[in-house]
């Protein structure tokens, strides 16, 4: 340290000025990261949230159903009809539902999207539509990270989806989140 007390005041300053600039470069990035963090878990809960609004809608008509007000056909109808309105995170969230042979039966974001899905890969060649279903059948409810386009960036982007199964209709319902 005997060059700094030799050093002029000019390169002190200078020297202070560049310690300075890098702790607050590493304290936005810690605030960064930080802030992403809290923001994914907002957005993990709030998937989580709408999935439990969706099985609640689904519940409530596959009741009516056993209760003899509608046919079956008509109560998944109109739960499609609901959902497909049904959005969430500043518009981004949706609640998608696949059937057990695979076909996205909806999905509100994309409605060309609606058919079969199980040939769909991510960037990894994971079978993304095939991990769903298997997730919604062994979890209450569980979590897939996967990567996918945003629908609004056009982007390749990491995108997790909260996965449940309702069983009397062999759907499993996906809420995912960029």
């Not at 689904?58 to 998944?76: C, N």
């Not at 009809?81 to 500043?90: H, K, T, V």
Request: glycine share 6%; charged share 20%.
């Amino acid at each position: 340290m005997g060059w700094l007390r030799n050093s002029s005041i000019r390169t002190k300053i200078w020297l202070l000025i560049g310690v300075a600039s890098l702790m607050m470069t590493v304290l936005a990035a810690v605030l960064i990261f930080n802030a992403r963090s809290d923001l994914k878990t907002l957005r993990l809960a709030q998937a989580e949230t709408a999935i439990e609004a969706a099985r609640a809608i689904i519940r409530r008509h596959h009741s009516l159903v056993e209760q003899g007000e509608l046919s079956e056909k008509a109560a998944q109808r109109h739960v499609m009809d609901i959902l497909r309105d049904f959005f969430y995170a500043n518009g981004e969230g949706y609640i998608a539902i696949m059937n057990d042979d695979l076909v996205a039966v909806l999905h509100p974001a994309n409605p060309e999207f609606e058919r079969f899905m199980g040939d769909l890969q991510d960037a990894d060649g994971r079978f993304i539509s095939r991990e769903a279903v298997e997730i919604g059948k062994t979890q209450s409810i569980g979590f897939n990270t996967y990567g996918f386009v945003h629908p609004i960036t056009g982007e390749y982007d990491t995108k997790t989806s909260a996965i449940a199964r309702f069983d009397p209709w062999d759907w499993t319902l996906l809420a995912g989140v960029f």
